[in-house]
Structure formats: structure tokens, C-alpha cells
């Protein structure tokens, strides 16, 4: 593909109408350097306002896994959502959409124009920090869950801005990489799922990638805009992600829209002098303009207009959006195995139930972005919730396994400031004041400050912080104490430098506050005797700042053998293990996609003590699990949001079925993988073409079976899939029926899959699927429309999407291995 920079006009332009609701004739009454002005944010969250023709300003956030507060403060709570790849193992599009509606009606209440999400990146190579983001590894899988989440969001009027355009699939060198990808394989897999949520959910907004796509920085590829507005007639807004854009001219020429975060850096007043100069077309920012002005007719934030809600009767009350979070948890919890039926515990038959592992009393509810979500209340832990669930009925014992490896926030331990006060003491000082300009009162210590310290004033003026706090040892001994941010910072126990750390050189600016990177020192301390925490970070001033303090304290050794004790006299065990906060973290890659060795090891001893073993993963990535064989039960519980606890309970006892199938495949080895081992070559580039295929279709060419496979997951109970037929439609359409029993002994859900092969094709591909829900005994059919889209190829040569004349293949089942039908029509 090239990245022609052909001056856009845009579509839309004669729209006519009262000027303060049709955005055309609204930008006919402003000046063109007002018009260009427009181009940027005001903020780091919001738009400019143009009063002179109703314009108010749009608050926009950051959405795939909850709001996340625009001041980062942790006193503003929020939905904590399952993650993407949670909502992947549903193959549900209505517990999708139920998704997106609690996140759009939590929107709208608030006053939030616009969410940034999904996330419709894929899963390349399960090792990308960004994992739990991505729903799945098959663009099919992930463009109509994809679309479902918008269709919810959008229902309440609030605008969904799907991310990442495209190929951000990796962190390594994600400012400067360049994915070179074909053209086929950019339209057939990468670009598939924002057309579906573009073209097909009509999708208000796109941001485009931070990458460069075949050389050319995504925010400027002329070809790549053209598509996504010409060629599927999208009349949305594209952004920046933010500080993506590094230059004036291309950029607009190519068709982006609005630069974030705001105030502006290259595009905005720019614009205009770029026009006065003939190098850029008044029309190319007139049509910015109209795009941004028709999406706040949409919002409700163009004079005149209110918010297009489609779905007013579904609209989603915050007393019950948790219980659609837990449903959409348990819905997304995927079993693949199940020996000796141990799943579900009967509470009858239990004595004694022995909960094992660090994330059950220290789950991972979502993974690390630049922006953490936090929950309103209390989000009930694993070991909380289970406790509370069969405590009743026999004793619960819990013992963590492994000890802690890693700092943890300092606000999670017993600390108080030099008054008393629950919490740390935090004061923000500008220049070389010796009084500060704000003390504050907080119960976190991992900081993220965008552009202004409420209170205290802007971010970009040179200042200082000062964090005290009273920490109240609960052990003896040695205490690991660490603090880093985006200055110098120095960390004191009781006036003694314990640790230093340089302002780090920043590249990437939201990489940089995401990784929250700390150096540790060390102090011998002694239970019960109080010690004063001090960190103090010093700035010469920038657009975002950041500032984390840690702790690690001593643990008592023996744990991995208390663990097994407990094991060994329990009537079964739930061990539950995965990820801490910092494993899958934005603009960091992971090297391997097993757990940490300590959790393996805890794996394997319980399992040799007790048969009745169930390892519930917390972990929103493919988890390498050569230890599966050992265990009774398996259930990945991915990274579920704040329902976690609630969920896994029910799902434990059968309230609820764990009705998850595989979003992405397990293989054996990592190095079974096509993408295993590519690296960027000399000039930042990395080779998607010569990875493809990806997941399920490359293990299927090499002839690898899977640990666990694309689409795999048992429920509570048995199927049989009994026969199969397709039929062309009378709208040339083929309709694929497939019949389908539940054998079991529960009612549960099942998800018919249909992969379609071409003429002369050694790979099958997702073509179509459909759950069902069935009662012991009942049977039905199940049928899935493939359009003629289903069976197409790119083909490069004509510029177009073709079929294949003669037999394709069609075949049907429950996974991507477990195909018994086989089929064919003639195309």
C-alpha cells in the first residue's frame, strides 16, 4: 500500500441546513484561522468550544477497560469492566453490547462525549503488554464483538472511538516501529475489524496507531485515511493517538482530524498558515471541521442537538451495572479441563476447602495502562468471595503459596501522614518556593498528573512534590522501599537517602508514566516501631507528569510448604494464580508466556498432594501451561474486572456456568508460534507478512496441535453436534445449519463455529458463529448466514474483493480442531 498525500476534501460538504445543527454550514460562519484552531484539543481530555456557532467543548476519556478519571485521581471511582480478552471468551455479541451499553450509560451520566475503545488490535503473538486489550487473535472474532461494544457505547449517544489503526499489535518501539504487511493480509486480517466496527457499526471516531505502517506513520498514510473515508463513505472523526503526531503538513494532507492531546503542537492554528502558504487546501481543514462539529451533533454538544440515543429503554442505572460486569466475568470464564467432572464443587461434600495462591487474596483485576480504573466499593477478592460462599457449610483455609516478588503501592499498607491521617501526605511546591502551593490528603501513591495539578497549576511550570508518610512496620527485618516518576527523585527513611533516581530521557511520553519504572532502596526496620517515608521529585516542567512509591516488605519463609499442608488436608483445592499488575503493561512486550517459576512450582506440589486441584488463571494473555496435564480442573478467569470474586464463586458452586470458549490458542511451546523470534530489523521494520498466517490458521498449516485450541472450552456440560447442511439463499447467501444436543445434565451454552476454505487454499479461516442455550435433553438447530464477504480474497491485482470460482469448503464443529462436519458448495 502506498501513502499517496493526496489533499482530502472529505465527504459531506453539502450538508445544508440550520446553521447551529448541520456542521457544513457552521463552519461556513468561522474564520479560517478559527476553523483551523479546531484541528486540536484544548486539553489532555477535551475539545475547543466555538460558542459562535454553539460549539461546547467534549470531554472525551479513556474507556477499553473502564473511565479512566481525566485527573488520575483514585477518589474517582468508575466501572472496572472485564478486559478485552475476556470479553474475546465470551463469543457472546450480547454480553458484548451489555458491556458497552454499562460503559455508555456510565458515560452519558457523567458528561463524557466520547470513549476511546475497543481496542481492535489482534493478538499476534500473545506476548504484546497490551494483550488484555485485544480480544482475540482471529480478525473475524474480533470485528463483531468489536461492533457489538460499539453498538452499546453508542446506544447512549456517547461516541466510541475505536483504536489502534492499525497494526499496533506490539509495544517494543511502538513510536517508531513499522509493520510491513501486504496488501491482502492488511485488508483480510488487520484492517477486517475496524471496517466492521467503522463500516458496519458506524463507529463515530477512529484513533490511528502510534506505528508506521510499510514506512509511514499512521497518523499521516494518506492510503491507509483514504480507505477508512472513501472507500467504506465513513463520515467519522480521525485522531491522533496521543503525541503520535510529530509533523504539520502530512498529517493533514492525509486526513487526520484532530490532534491529541491538546493544546496543540503541530496541528491546530498551523493549519492556517499552512493554507496561507498554498501548501494545504482550505477544504482539507473545513472537512476536519465539519467531522468534528457533526460528531458533537451526535454528543449533544452542538446547540440545538442532544445526544443520539438509540436504545433510551436500555439505558444501564449504576446500582445495576455490577451485576452485568459479574455475568459478563462468569460468561467469559473458560474451562479446559475438567477431570473427574471436579467442576462444580458440591458444598455437601466438603469438609474442608482449601483456597492456594497469590492472586486469590491479591487478584489482577485489569492490566497496566497509563491510566488505572478505580472501582466504586469494594471489589470482593477471590478468597473473599469463596470464603463467603462455603464458609457456611465447611471450613475454608487460605495460604498465598509464593511470597511477593514486587513492590506494591505504598497507599496499600497501614500508612498515615505525620498527623494520623489514613493515607500519604502529598505537596506540590512551583520554582524554588519553600511553602507549597497544595498539601493534599491521598489514599494511593501511584500519581499520573495531565497537563494542569488541580489546585496547584500547570504541569509544564518547573515545581516539585514532597510524599510523606508514617509507615508502621507489620515484621522485622529488611523493607524494600522504591520510587520513580517522570523527575529526579530522592527517597528518605527517617531523613537516611535510602535510593535515587535520575529523570528518565523520555520518548515515549504515555509509555514512560505507564511503565512506572522505580529504583529500591533498603531499610532494616522492626515490627511496630513507625518510620517516616519521605520522596521528594523535582521537574523542570512537561506536559504529563508522574510520581510512584513502593513497597515490598519481608514475608516469613516456608510459604510454598504451608501451602502444600494446606493442600494435602484439604477435600479440594482452588489455586489461583497469573498476573500482578505490572506483568502486561503498556509499551512493554513480555519475553515468555509462562507463569513466574515460583507459581509453576506451586502448581505442580499442590497437585501432587491433592487430585482434586483447580488452577483458576488470572491472567488477561495466553498462558504457557505445561503443568496442565497435573491438574484436575483449568479455568482461565483472564483479567475479569471488578466482578472477579463475585463471579468465580458462582461459577465454582454452578450458579453460574464458566460459558467461555478459547479467544486465542495455547500452543505447546512459544516457539510454535509464527511470530516467535521476529525482531525489528535495522530499520525499525518488523515483517507481518512472513509471520501470516497467525494463531489457529498457522498452527493448522504446520500441523501443531495446541495445548489448549482457538474456540476450546467445556462448560458444565456435554454436547453432540449430530449432522450438518448448507444451503444457498434466495439473496445468494448460504445458510449453514448445523444440529446440535445437550447430553449433559445441566442447561448450559454452546457456540457452533463454521471456518470456510477456498479452492485451493491450505488454510481455514473463522467464516461465522452462534451460541445457543439448551436444557438437558433439548436439541435445535443452529444456523449461521455466511455473505459472499465470507468466502472473499483480496485480490491485489484488480483492487477489489473476489470469490473464488468452484468448490469451497465449509467446515463446522466446536473449535478450530474439533471440526466433524465437512462440507462444500459450489461458488
Known amino acids: 500500500m502506498t501513502a499517496q498525500a493526496t489533499p482530502r476534501t472529505g465527504a459531506g460538504d453539502a450538508e445544508v441546513g440550520t446553521p447551529e445543527r448541520e456542521p457544513a454550514a457552521a463552519v461556513a460562519r468561522l474564520d479560517p484561522r478559527r476553523r483551523a484552531r479546531l484541528t486540536a484539543g484544548e486539553s489532555g481530555w477535551s475539545t475547543l468550544a466555538a460558542p459562535e456557532v454553539g460549539l461546547s467543548s467534549m470531554l472525551m476519556g479513556d474507556g477499553p477497560l473502564g473511565l479512566v478519571s481525566p485527573t488520575f485521581d483514585e477518589r474517582e471511582t468508575a466501572l472496572l469492566l472485564p478486559c478485552a480478552t475476556a470479553l474475546g471468551a465470551t463469543w457472546d455479541t450480547g454480553v458484548v453490547r451489555s458491556v458497552g451499553l454499562a460503559l455508555g450509560s456510565e458515560a452519558a451520566r457523567r458528561g463524557y462525549a466520547a470513549v476511546y475503545a475497543p481496542n481492535l488490535n489482534l493478538v499476534r503473538t500473545g506476548l504484546s503488554g497490551r494483550t488484555f486489550e485485544m480480544f482475540s487473535e482471529d480478525p473475524l472474532l474480533t470485528g463483531r464483538l468489536g461492533a457489538a461494544f460499539v453498538a452499546g457505547l453508542q446506544s447512549q449517544g456517547v461516541a466510541s472511538c475505536p483504536k489502534h489503526l492499525v497494526c499496533n499489535d506490539t509495544e517494543t518501539e511502538r513510536q517508531r516501529m513499522s509493520a510491513t504487511v501486504d496488501e491482502a493480509t492488511l485488508r483480510e486480517v488487520y484492517l477486517r475489524p475496524f471496517e466492521m ?32 473515508k472513501d472507500e467504506w463513505a465513513w463520515d467519522g472523526l480521525v485522531i491522533s493517538d496521543y503525541f503520535a503526531v510529530k509533523e504539520t503538513l502530512a498529517p493533514a494532507l492525509a486526513g487526520l482530524d484532530l490532534e491529541m492531546p491538546g493544546p496543540a503542537i503541530y496541528l491546530g492554528e498551523r493549519l492556517a498558515e499552512e493554507v496561507a502558504a498554498g501548501r494545504l487546501p482550505q477544504e482539507r481543514v473545513d472537512d476536519a471541521v465539519i467531522r468534528l462539529l457533526r460528531l458533537a451533533r451526535r454528543v449533544g454538544a452542538l446547540a440545538g442537538s442532544g445526544r443520539e440515543v438509540s436504545a433510551p429503554g436500555e439505558h444501564v442505572p449504576a446500582e445495576a451495572a455490577p451485576a452485568v460486569l459479574t455475568a459478563a466475568a462468569a460468561a467469559s470464564f473458560t474451562l479446559v479441563r475438567n477431570e ?166 523520555v520518548d515515549d511520553v504515555m509509555g514512560q508514566v505507564a511503565r512506572a519504572e522505580m529504583t529500591p532502596g533498603e531499610a532494616e526496620l522492626t515490627a511496630g516501631v513507625p518510620v517516616t517515608v519521605v520522596v521528594e521529585m523535582t521537574s523542570p516542567g512537561a506536559r504529563v507528569q508522574a510520581l510512584t512509591v513502593g513497597c515490598l516488605p519481608p514475608e516469613p519463609p516456608g510459604a510454598l510448604r504451608r501451602a502444600v499442608e494446606a493442600a494435602a488436608g484439604a477435600d479440594a483445592v482452588v489455586l489461583v494464580v497469573g498476573d500482578v499488575l505490572e506483568t502486561s503493561r503498556e509499551s512493554r512486550d513480555m519475553a515468555s508466556s509462562a507463569l513466574p517459576a515460583e507459581q509453576a512450582e506451586l502448581i505442580r506440589e499442590v497437585a501432587a498432594v491433592n487430585p482434586r486441584t483447580v488452577v483458576v488463571v488470572n491472567a488477561g494473555r495466553p498462558v504457557h501451561a505445561p503443568w496442565a496435564d497435573d491438574v484436575a480442573g483449568l479455568l ?192
Open 197 to 228: 466496527a467503522l463500516r458496519d457499526a458506524g463507529a463515530w471516531m477512529v484513533m490511528t496507531a502510534y506505528n508506521r505502517l510499510n514506512g509511514v506513520a499512521c497518523n499521516a498514510h494518506a492510503g491507509l485515511i483514504s480507505i477508512v
Open 340 to 505: 473427574g467432572r471436579v467442576l462444580p464443587l458440591r458444598p455437601e461434600r466438603l469438609r474442608r476447602l482449601a483456597v492456594i495462591g497469590p492472586n486469590a487474596t491479591r487478584p489482577c483485576y485489569q492490566g497496566a495502562t497509563f491510566g488505572r480504573v478505580r472501582p466504586a466499593g469494594h471489589a470482593a477478592t477471590p478468597w473473599e468471595a469463596v470464603r463467603d460462599r462455603f464458609g457456611s457449610t465447611c471450613e475454608v483455609v487460605y495460604e498465598p503459596g509464593v511470597p511477593r516478588t514486587r513492590p506494591e503501592p505504598l497507599g496499600a499498607f497501614p500508612v498515615t501522614t505525620p498527623d494520623g491521617e489514613p493515607g500519604v501526605l502529598l505537596e506540590h511546591f512551583r520554582g524554588a518556593s519553600a511553602a507549597p502551593v497544595l498539601g493534599e490528603v491521598r489514599a494511593d501513591s501511584a500519581f499520573i498528573w495531565f497537563g494542569e495539578v488541580p489546585g496547584a497549576g500547570p504541569t509544564t511550570e518547573p515545581g516539585s512534590l514532597r510524599l510523606t508518610a508514617v509507615f508502621t512496620p507489620e515484621t522485622d527485618g529488611r523493607h524494600v522501599f522504591a520510587a520513580g516518576g517522570s523527575g529526579e527523585t530522592v527517597l528518605y527513611i527517617d531523613g537516611t537517602e535510602i535510593a535515587r533516581r535520575p529523570a528518565p530521557a
Open 636 to 827: 482461565f478467569a483472564w483479567l475479569p474486572g471488578q466482578g472477579f470474586g463475585t463471579a468465580l464463586a458462582a461459577v465454582l458452586d454452578g450458579e453460574l456456568e464458566p460459558a467461555g470458549r478459547m479467544p486465542v490458542s495455547v500452543p505447546c511451546r512459544d516457539e510454535d508460534r509464527s511470530t516467535w523470534g521476529e525482531r525489528l530489523d535495522a530499520d525499525l521494520a518488523l515483517d507481518y507478512t512472513a509471520t501470516e498466517p497467525i494463531g489457529y490458521r498457522h498452527l493448522r498449516r504446520s500441523g501443531l496441535r495446541p495445548r489448549f485450541a482457538f474456540g476450546e472450552g467445556l462448560g458444565y456440560t456435554r454436547w453432540e453436534h449430530r449432522d450438518a447442511r448448507a444451503e444457498r439463499t434466495a439473496d445468494g447467501r448460504v445458510e449453514v445449519t448445523v444440529s446440535v444436543a445437550n447430553v449433559g445434565e445441566r442447561r448450559g451454552r454452546e457456540v457452533v463455529q463454521v471456518y470456510v476454505r477456498g479452492p485451493g487454499e491450505r488454510d481455514v479461516r473463522l467464516a461465522g458463529f452462534a451460541g445457543v442455550r439448551l436444557d438437558p435433553g433439548e436439541s435445535a438447530d443452529v444456523a449461521i448466514l455466511l455473505d459472499e464477504r465470507a468466502f472473499a480474497r483480496w485480490d491485489t491485482a484488480g483492487g477489489g474483493w473476489s470469490v473464488a470460482p468452484g468448490r469451497h469448503e465449509i467446515l463446522a464443529g466446536r473449535s478450530s480442531v474439533e471440526l466433524p462436519h465437512s462440507l462444500t458448495v459450489e461458488l
